[in-house]
């Protein structure tokens, strides 16, 4: 094709009309970007879950003193998502007092831990949550403390239950324009 040619058919095609093109391009661009990120987001949440298993079990003093079970916590870049806890006597038949704070902190907390710790709560032994997605987190650099208020003095307690784990994909928090 000659250049005359070539002018010719570039001279048909104005201004509004590529403006109008890039703008596509640049919205396909867009779209592909974002499909690619959640595909990621997906794979990740997908092939990077691993189920742990969460076990402890403790001694209360003869004094009835508060008695603290660390179930430990996720590695760093990880994050739990806690999916059942019981908490009770060796057995579930084992007959126990007392009542149960779950606390998720970095540090072992005290036997008044602070209200923005405490993730959820049991009024009587033995007991048994289950939550949804989401719902109770854990994550690094925390642990999931498990605090028996006022045990029978020198008695068994255990606790146990499972939880996800996933990598810990933290979006950046964003503010509408």
Known sequence: MSLQAEADVGAGVGPLSVEILAGLKASF???TS??????QLEEAYQFGAVEVALRGSGMSDSGGDTLIIDLSGPTYGRLWQVRRVTVGGPLWTTSVGGSVLFVVSSNQPSAAP?????????ATLPTNGFYSTGQFVVRHPNHLFVLILSPDESKGYAAGGAATDFPDKRQPITTPD
């Open 29 to 31: 661009d867009g779209l």
């Open 114 to 122: 602070p209200l923005s710790d405490i993730a959820d709560e049991a």
């Open 34 to 39: 974002e499909m690619r990120k959640r595909r």
